[in-house]
């Protein structure tokens, strides 16, 4: 079993875990949106002084972040004990347009060039923190990620949802295509 | 055991997310180039089957684990 776990899960595996995972909050009485919870850590590190949006009782949001703990934990799960040890299957394309812009495939999930501590550099904290910060802005500008857009709120046939993710869509390829080559060049 | 089953259900979906290799940067590179159909396929699957569940929630009413009806909020347009 823990066998059969290990190896890298097919697609359409993962999708369907997925809509699982948003019938399973919906069962709950909850719904399936993870940036929310960016709202409420900035409102319990004290955002709500100074900003209204932030201003709300963010313990009715407990159950979102109980649901990023676990994600985290998940996570960590995966990295260590579900490990695989075969090296992600990467289109051969694809590592051969990241070795333009110089990044190396190694086999890992990400890039220990950009997330690995040994390469711990002024730019690629700059880079990190900066990526975050339009994540973080963004995804409360447009009223969600990719989980509350794109899963629940196309499933629900929400046309502001649609919208948003064409938004993610293009600020991605706008992103991969044409100022990656610039970051990665400086 | 009201917020396990929050902290358990994150744990399972931490884990589908690694597992399917969603939070890979590399997949992410490889689907905003176009070269494969992975994040397609897993992006796809999840909205075909959320979009029939939540029509089959709607159509037959279903109601949630305490027994409230589920509803579902529209997205703000603003």
């Not at chain 1, 002084?49 to 972040?65: E, G, I, T």
């Not at chain 1, 990526?131 to 929400?158: D, E, K, P, W």
């Not at chain 1, 949802?161 to 100022?179: N, P």
């Amino acid at each position: 079993m823990i066998e059969l776990l290990k190896q890298p899960w097919p697609w359409y595996t993962s999708g369907a875990a997925i809509a699982g995972i948003m019938f399973l909050m919906l069962f709950f009485g909850k719904s399936f949106g993870f940036s929310s919870n960016l709202r409420a850590i900035c409102t319990i590190a004290g955002a709500g002084k100074s900003v209204k949006f932030f201003d709300f009782d963010w313990k009715a949001q407990q159950w979102n972040l109980l649901f990023l703990v676990g994600a985290v934990l998940g996570g960590i799960l995966s990295a260590t004990l579900l490990k695989s040890e075969a090296p992600v299957k990467l289109a051969a394309s694809t590592i051969r347009d990241l070795q333009t812009i110089g990044i190396h495939f190694d086999g890992q999930l990400n890039p220990s060039q950009l997330f690995g501590m040994n390469f711990l550099t002024v730019k690629t904290l700059v880079l990190l923190l900066s990526g975050g910060m339009l994540v973080g802005f963004g995804s409360r500008y447009a009223g969600g990620c990719t989980s509350g857009h794109a899963i629940s709120g196309l499933s629900n046939l929400q046309f502001p949802s649609l919208i948003a993710v064409i938004g993610f869509f293009v600020g991605g390829l706008i992103m991969t295509h044409l100022i990656f080559p610039l970051i990665f060049s400086l | 055991m009201k917020s396990l089953k929050f902290v358990l259900t994150g744990i399972l979906f931490g884990v589908i997310m690694t597992k399917s290799e969603a939070v890979s940067w590399y997949r992410i590179q490889e689907m905003f180039r176009f070269q494969s159909f992975h994040m397609y396929g897993i992006i796809g699957t999840a909205i075909v089957l959320g979009t029939l569940g939540v029509f089959l929630i709607k159509q037959f009413k279903l109601k949630d684990s305490q027994g409230n009806a589920i509803e579902f909020k529209d997205k703000d347009k603003t």
